[in-house]
């Protein structure tokens, strides 16, 4: 069975960070793009950071460019998040998400494989 397990979120106050990881069960994680995307409350999912399969190459949303670091572990099957510099609009459930073509991409349309989510609050 295949699957992505999201974890790291929780509840932080702003200027803070958090470490979210993905982690895949059933498949090899470096065959594939991995996306990270988030929604919050009353709004449409956005990307939030991509890494293509060959590590090659990162995107972020303008939103998060300085202070969100994506990375992955091949040998633990595992992308992180790193987020910094957090902030209450960063407030959301984020989503790892596995393409199998390993292009990195913001849209999420051609994602296949999706985690359940994991929380992340940021208040003071």
């Known amino acids: 069975q295949l699957q992505l397990v999201e974890s790291g979120g929780g509840e932080v106050q702003p200027g803070g960070s958090l470490r979210l990881s993905c982690a895949a069960s059933?498949?090899?994680?470096?065959?594939?793009?991995i996306g990270w995307f988030r929604q919050a409350p009353g709004k449409e999912r956005e990307g939030v950071s991509c890494?293509?399969?060959?590590?090659?190459?990162?995107d972020y949303a303008d939103s998060v460019k300085g202070r969100f670091t994506i990375s992955r572990d091949n040998g633990k099957n595992t992308v992180y998040l790193q987020m910094s510099s957090l902030k209450p609009e960063d407030t959301a459930v984020y989503y790892c998400a596995a393409e199998p073509l390993g292009t990195c991409g913001l849209a999420g349309r051609t994602y296949e494989y999706w985690g359940q989510g994991t929380q992340v609050t940021v208040s003071s």
């Open positions: 890494i293509a399969s060959s590590s090659s190459s990162t």
């Open positions: 059933g498949f090899t994680l470096n065959y594939y793009a």
